[in-house]
């Protein structure tokens, strides 16, 4: 009897140590990281676990070197630096927006496009004159009223004014116009209006979502299309200046000039321009990058013009073939000066035939030297006037 209790005993004691040695070694396999880690859940993160070197937790030393800010649900959103730091989630970035639906960015930005619709007197055959109406787009980029639209929106208006997406209409004034850029900022009189947030358009990338919001036809504002980005850098030439435009899909008409282009998520990467649309194009709009149109509304704003620009003193026009000569009444192809500075050395009706020795032959030559010259340089122009030839010598001044 006393044998086999005492082998009992032994037995038993046998178990206990066993079970004793197994238990130690998961507790340790869970001190350590093993595959017997629970799973362990971070606020605001979108993998259930995050590991350590051998895959279990990060705790312990290895929670020092992973940083304070992976354990913080203050700062649960981490920066993904692409170091290779196996503790820091690649599927979470740090200040990143969500991307907006279409509606989504219809309904947040869609109420700072505004309609925009001018009058303007134009001078017909026979010294006639009468008035003409247009219209395009704008966007607010203030609170207080600012607006950036297209040049050739409101060039030439002897009155413009504004609806808003509510409704209300507004006169507004010319602040500055920039030829080279086709823009130009207007102003109402109001406070407290819904204004875009400007995005960067050197950030983004052929393929990526954009939505054109304008007044396509003068006639249906707040109309929204959406595309892509098809083109970054197009070099397009309108009304002989060459232009380095966004190209998009998204849906652009006579209209929807100095309206918003934006990204997906609602910020304004471009302000439209429309002029080159056509009958027979389709699936192409253009709009001029927001990087350079904020730079550019800043300057009109501050000063009325982009300091730097050139005055030429004198408008052009292209009389390329025997019909538009026909129009004009005049016996020669080439340049011609429509309007000209009363004190300066050009006069209305001069046809331009060469810029210091250079021969022109059509606007765009000009807008070529103009791009090489500073305000104050000294043109030697050669030009046809009354039968003669001609050399007068044109200072360039500030545009203003």
Not at 295 to 300: I, M, P
Not at 317 to 330: E, G, N, Q, S
């Amino acid at each position: 009897m006393k044998k086999r209790i005492i082998l009992i005993l032994i037995a038993g004691t046998v178990i206990l140590s066993g079970a004793a040695g197994f238990g130690g070694a998961y507790l340790a396999g869970f001190l350590s990281g093993g595959p017997a880690a629970p799973a362990v859940v971070y606020e605001n993160y979108e993998h259930s676990q995050q590991t350590g070197p051998s895959g279990g937790p990060a705790i312990g030393d290895d929670a020092q070197d992973a940083g304070p800010d992976v354990f913080s649900a203050s700062n649960a959103n981490v920066e993904n630096t692409d170091s290779g730091n196996p503790w820091i989630s690649s599927a979470v970035k740090k200040n990143e927006p969500a991307e907006l639906s279409v509606p989504e960015i219809a309904a947040k930005v869609s109420n700072t496009v505004v309609e925009i619709y001018t009058e303007s007197v134009v001078s017909g055959g026979r010294m006639r004159q009468f008035v003409t109406e247009g219209a395009g787009s704008g966007v607010l980029i203030t609170s207080d009223g600012y607006i950036v639209t297209n040049n050739h929106v409101i060039e030439g208006s002897r009155k413009i004014t504004v609806h808003l997406s509510s409704g209300v209409e507004y006169d507004a004034v010319l602040v500055g116009r920039d030829i080279e850029t086709d823009l130009a900022v207007i102003k109402i009189e109001a406070k407290n209006l819904p204004s875009a947030t400007w995005g960067d358009s050197d950030s983004l990338s052929v393929g990526e979502l954009a939505v054109a919001i304008g007044n396509p036809l003068g006639k249906l504002g707040g109309t929204v299309t959406e595309g892509i980005i098809s083109a970054l850098s197009r070099k397009i030439e309108i009304d002989g200046q060459m232009m380095t435009l966004l190209q998009t899909t998204a849906a652009v008409n006579p209209g929807n000039s100095g309206g918003g282009l934006f990204d997906c998520y609602g910020g304004l990467i471009g302000v439209v321009n429309a002029k080159s649309s056509g009958a027979d194009i389709e699936g192409i709009g253009f709009a001029i990058p927001a990087n350079l149109a904020k730079g550019v509304a800043e300057d009109l704003v501050r000063h009325g013009y982009v300091p730097g620009r050139i005055d030429f003193g004198a408008a052009l026009v292209d009389v390329l073939d025997p019909m538009t000569a026909m129009m004009y009444r005049v016996s020669a192809t080439g340049v011609y000066v429509l309007q000209a500075e009363p004190d300066g050395a050009l006069m209305s009706g001069d046809r331009i035939i060469s810029i210091n020795g250079k021969t022109i032959e059509c606007s765009a030559d000009v807008s070529a030297l103009l791009d090489a010259a500073k305000v104050g340089d000294v043109l030697k122009i050669t030009v046809a006037r009354n039968g003669s030839t001609l050399s007068v010598e044109h200072v360039l001044k500030q545009l203003v």
